[in-house]
């Protein structure tokens, strides 16, 4: 515990520098006024609460680590701490306030942030390629609905019904994350314009980015991309709050 001290402060030094502590302070007062009109509490004991424990556990003892925090697969299996992060996920993307929407999670996992949206009467759609039994376990205990899709560049999405209010898609990895072939320009455009197809006229785009090898989440190139087609961009977040703009003309083969 006392090791996160350091860390703690820092980061609100950080916050105080950049008005952070502001918005965030914001945030807590909205939360307070608000919060008594969800239907379940957005704290990560009350959201377990909600969930068959039994069947969770003989998962967990299938899929289980004797270290949940490893960074492999079976670390989704460390409930208060995903629980937690998919909560400030959905708070990030307004979904604790916002009336029904209908979402589309790319990448669902083991589907903690489509489950929490859903407790709170969102219309959630899950997409993922079945890789892992463990997610295709976690979604079905959830009653997380899921669509088997492999995204590939240049292929467009499926059919994926009713066009979604929000779009979203946490530690992406679709884009050969860490791979020789990552994607560049000229695939994130494809993605974007076929995207938007899927997105209602004031839909949003929500993408968090994964570290690469070289330790950043995108080029120079790839940032400016994003912001020429209206992402607004913090860190790892690629945010699209009012839909995703027509191209600049800019020649992507050229980059
Ligand atoms: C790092 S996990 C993140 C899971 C979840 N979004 C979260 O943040 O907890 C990446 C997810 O993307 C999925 N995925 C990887 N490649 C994919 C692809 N080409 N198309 C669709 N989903 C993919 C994986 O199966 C996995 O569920």
């Known amino acids: 515990m006392y090791r996160d001290l350091p860390m ?12 952070r502590a502001f918005s965030s302070a914001g945030q807590h007062l909205r939360h307070w006024l608000l919060d008594w009109r969800l239907p379940v509490k957005l704290e990560p004991q009350a959201i377990i609460a909600t969930m068959d424990r039994a069947k969770f556990q003989q998962m967990y003892d299938r899929w289980g680590v004797d270290d949940p925090a490893c960074e492999d697969w079976p670390k989704y299996l460390d409930l208060p701490r995903w629980i937690d992060i998919n909560i400030q996920r959905v708070r990030d993307t307004g979904l604790d306030l916002a009336s029904r929407k209908r979402v589309l999670d790319i990448g669902c996992g ?15 759609v ?3 390629i079945d890789r892992l039994p463990m ?5 079905e205990l959830l009653g997380v609905r899921r669509v088997i899709w492999r995204i590939e560049a240049f292929v467009p999405l499926p059919d994926l019904g009713n066009r979604f209010d929000l779009i979203t898609a946490f530690l992406v ?20 314009d076929d995207v938007a197809k899927h997105l209602t ?10 570290l690469e090898h070289d330790g950043t989440f995108y080029t120079p190139e790839l940032r400016e ?31």
């Open 8 to 19: 703690r402060f820092s980061e609100k030094m950080r916050k105080i520098a950049t008005g």
């Open 110 to 124: 083991a589907g903690y942030f489509a489950y929490i949206a859903q407790l709170l009467g969102h219309d959630v």
């Open 126 to 128: 899950g997409l993922d």
């Open 135 to 139: 997610f295709r376990e976690s979604t």
């Open 173 to 192: 990895c679709f884009n050969n994350h860490k791979q020789t072939d990552l994607w560049g320009l000229p695939e994130w455009d494809f993605f974007l």
């Open 201 to 210: 006229p004031r839909g949003r785009l929500w993408l968090e980015l994964n």
């Open 225 to 255: 991309f994003f912001e020429s087609r209206g992402a607004k961009i913090d860190n790892h977040k690629v945010m699209f709050n009012s839909g995703v703009r027509a191209p600049a003309s800019v020649s992507l083969a050229a980059r």
